[in-house]
């Protein structure tokens, strides 16, 4: 085993990781069947703009249409979900002794701590993929196929996306998906290699995450005008792929802001870990 | 200040060992400064292939934080460390992969099994077999656990799998801090049992940290004392313990003839003792000749072995030091 | 002078109800049609590639739509129901005689004689020589603006849309209204911009039945 491999096993052979699944495969299924009883409902509330100056036709509450709303209202809690392992990954190797086998041995702490990065990021892709793939499979199951309508409803925007286009739409949405959520891992993971305890670098995260959206979202001109500094407005960037036509110059840009905190956020760590006293 | 036994080896290293001298680990002026407070200062140890290199020294003496710097959990703050002839520093991998450490007590994977930790604790340096990791398991007698999770094992197995892990990367220097440390006597015979057996069998060279001076009565060829962060003392066992007087624990029967017969002897002062025993101060050269003479006397000898507490001998260092 | 104001108003009411009527009575053999359509969609607010769907109609009131996947189809104006404008059921008032597409028309405005069913407002504009409705504005009871401009063309012996140009209009905001620090963005605005019918392959009375269009609608297959 290398270095990566070792810190998946260890990741994945903790109970802790299995929150986030289970935690998401709930709330999905639990959506979902929900959505179904009251599918009515939902397309009227959904469709009462449209639907004053068009008639309606097709299925509109389908699988696809299931998993972009899903996305959408729980983008903004999988970060917590990621803390819980990224959070984790280094200061458990302290509140638990291990470190002080793991860093006597000959791979440099230059290795270790960019083999423990990288397995935050697979736990990062593992948890946003199952929650796609959840959304998606019990989707087409209870809902079926079809065109997906996006309802922007902050934008008063609806986006029409054709059947056959949606799968590589939606490869690539959970692709930036990934890519947002890496930078919440970045941040926990920089937190926990700072923490011997996995408390602080869990709260933490969710302190930065939380107050960054709230500034995002105040309504005023000066919190506006920081808008576009704060990482998390860069993090619904997955649903710029959702969009007609795909505005990929603001997703270039997001995508580079995104890459530019999680480079720095992990120079950060790896210049800390590298010259960190293991006192514990 | 500190007193130096340049004649190495100890007695309980082979001949050739003694004439070979290589220096497997040195350090100079070696120190740790937490703050304004120096843990370790100007540290300058040297241990030879071969040897079993004690570190002694109470509690907060600055043992770990030398052994810390030595396995490179701490940076330095003066000083250097070589190991193998290599800067620590600059060949850290190549040196570490020669070099098996535990720092404290060996804290495994709890979540993963025994065999488990010890592949992947093996694997960070070479690629090991399974053979191997049940070898090594079965040397320190925990096979049968092989596939039991580490969090189901008390602390004396979890030393052994420290030293099981250790066997299994066939390092050519061990260093342990401690290792016996929280273990009840049966655990502690075993593991010195172990450091014995990686001397003496695999030829390892064994450096460890102990604040008891019967251990390293018990294992070490050399050894080093540290106090308040400073290194006092460094050589061999056999020269750094030998004292012109010490005093014996004696257990004999009948007491009372043996107590009456030793009271006539002038070289022999009585000390006593409330449990059925009692402490003799005698000229260490002489010990054999008061046991000769009280079996002449048809008095049963059971036991008889020395008796020195860690602050005697301190304080004995110290007064070496302070003659010097 | 009152007898002599009544008889010019009911002169011209009876003008005006005999050119609807005449554009009805035009329609009486329509009794059903369909038609393959394809819609153009240029609306800010709605971003959706171009839609093809068959509409299938039958006299008075009876539509259906088969289409691929999701369809948005204009619920005014849409698609030809000329059934629609029964004289019967508004008050027509002549507004102008105006030129369009350099023939003679004339603009009618319709309202609802029961406003329980509905209150919708209509002008038409129909050439007076043809008899076909050119262009129609609508006023829906939320106060929202619709203009159709529709080009015919001859099957059989119908003419039938074969393009339609709606325009969807946002009712002006009222005075003091703000669209920009309402929190989090929940505004409350409406869809406007165009929409582009084309028609074609109609199928006349080829005797669609009532049950067809009691039936769920119909995928189209591509």
């Known amino acids: 085993m290398n270095l990566f491999q070792i810190e998946v096993y260890k990741t994945f052979s903790r109970w802790r990781t299995y929150i986030a699944f289970g935690f998401l495969a709930l709330i999905v299924i639990l959506t979902e069947v929900v959505m179904k009883l009251s599918a009515r409902e939902i397309l009227e509330r959904m469709m009462r703009s449209m639907q004053k100056d068009f008639l309606i036709f097709g299925n509109v509450l389908n699988g696809w249409f299931i998993t972009a709303f899903i996305m959408n209202s729980l983008h903004l809690h999988i970060p917590f979900l990621i803390t819980l392992v990224a959070g984790d990954i280094v200061s458990s190797e302290a509140t638990s002794g291990t470190v002080r086998l793991l860093l006597v041995r000959p791979p440099s702490r230059s290795a270790v701590i960019t083999a423990k990065y990288l397995a935050t990021l697979f736990y990062t892709a593992a948890v946003v993929i199952f929650l796609g793939i959840m959304c998606i499979m019990l989707g087409l199951i209870l809902f079926g196929s079809g065109d997906l309508i996006m309802n922007y409803a902050t934008q008063f925007r609806i986006v029409f996306i054709p059947e056959t286009e949606i799968p590589l739409r939606m490869f690539l949405a959970f692709t930036a998906a990934i890519w947002s959520m890496a930078v919440v891992a970045s941040i926990a993971f920089l937190f926990s290699t700072l923490a011997e305890n996995s408390i602080g670098p869990i709260i933490g995260t969710m302190a930065v995450v939380i107050v960054f959206f709230v500034i995002g979202n105040f309504p005023f001109d000066f919190f506006r005008a920081l808008t576009p500094y704060l990482f998390t407005t860069h993090m619904n960037i997955w649903q710029r792929f959702l969009d007609t036509p795909i505005p990929w110059r603001q997703i270039m840009v997001s995508a580079a802001i995104l890459a530019l905190h999680c480079i720095v956020l992990f120079a950060i760590a790896l210049i800390v870990y590298r010259r960190k006293d293991i006192k514990s | ?324 | 002078m009152l007898f002599l104001f009544t008889a010019g108003v009911v002169h011209a009411q009876e003008n005006a109800a005999r050119y609807l009527d005449t554009y009805v009575k035009k329609y009486v053999g329509l009794k059903d049609y369909s038609a393959d359509v394809l819609i153009h969609y240029d609306i800010t607010a709605l971003k959706a590639p171009d839609r093809r769907a068959k509409v299938y109609y039958k006299s008075p009131d009876k539509v259906k739509f088969a289409a691929k996947g999701i369809f948005f189809f204009p619920k005014q104006g849409g698609y030809f129901n000329p059934a629609q404008f029964n004289t019967d059921n508004f008050e027509i008032k002549i507004i102008d005689h105006v030129i369009w597409n350099d023939r003679k028309a004339v603009r009618l405005q319709l309202l609802p004689k029961d406003i329980t069913k509905s209150n919708q407002r209509f002008i038409l504009t129909i050439d007076m020589g043809w008899h076909l409705i050119q262009a129609f504005e609508t006023v829906t009871s939320e106060g929202r603006k619709i203009k159709a401009i529709i080009v015919y063309e001859k099957f059989g012996e119908f003419d039938l849309p074969t393009h339609i140009e709606l325009q969807l209009e946002d009712p002006p905001a009222e005075s003091g209204e703000t669209k920009e620090l309402i929190p989090f963005g929940q505004h409350t605005k409406q869809i406007s911009g165009k929409v582009f019918i084309t028609y074609a392959n109609y199928k006349v009375n080829t005797g669609l039945k009532d049950e067809f269009f009691a039936e769920p609608n119909p995928e189209l297959s591509q």
Not at chain 2, 254 to 278: F, H, Y
């Open chain 2, 1 to 324: 200040m500190k007193r130096e036994h340049p004649s190495g080896a100890g007695t309980k290293t082979g001949t050739h060992r003694r004439m070979k001298q290589e220096t497997v680990l040195r350090t100079s002026g070696l120190g740790k400064r937490f703050g304004a407070r120096w843990a370790a200062r100007d540290i300058n140890l040297e241990v030879h292939r071969g040897d079993v290199f004690c570190f002694l020294g109470p509690n907060g003496a600055g043992k770990s934080t030398t052994i810390r710097m030595i396995l490179t959990l701490l940076l330095p703050t003066t000083g250097s460390i070589e190991i193998f002839g290599k800067d620590l520093h600059a060949e850290r991998s190549d040196v570490l992969s020669r070099v098996c450490g535990i720092v404290e007590k060996p804290d495994f994977y709890l979540y993963l099994t025994a065999y488990k930790n010890l592949e992947i604790f093996g694997s960070l340096t070479r690629r090991i077999s399974s053979d191997e990791i049940m070898e090594a398991l079965d040397i320190v007698g925990l096979k049968s656990r092989a596939f039991d999770k580490v969090k189901t094992f008390s602390h004396g197995m979890k030393q052994r799998l420290g030293i099981a892990q250790a066997l299994l990367t066939t390092p050519e220097m061990i260093i342990l801090d401690e290792p016996t440390a929280g273990l009840d006597p049966q655990g502690m015979k075993e593991v010195r049992e172990l450091i014995t057996m990686l001397s003496q069998e695999k030829g390892m060279t064994v450096f460890l940290s102990t604040h008891l001076l019967s251990e390293v009565e018990l294992v070490a060829t050399r050894m080093a004392v540290i106090n308040h962060g400073e290194m006092i003392a460094q050589g061999s066992v056999a020269e750094l313990l030998e004292q012109e007087q010490a005093e014996y624990s004696l257990r004999v029967s009948p007491l009372k003839t043996a107590v009456k017969l030793m009271n006539g002897l002038s070289w022999v002062v009585l000390r006593p003792d409330e449990k059925g025993a009692t402490r003799v101060r005698i000229d260490s050269g002489r010990a054999s000749e008061l046991i000769r003479f009280l079996v002449m006397h048809d008095i049963e000898v059971f036991s008889f072995y020395p008796h020195r507490t860690l602050e005697d001998f301190f304080l004995k260092i110290t007064e070496g030091i302070s003659e010097i």
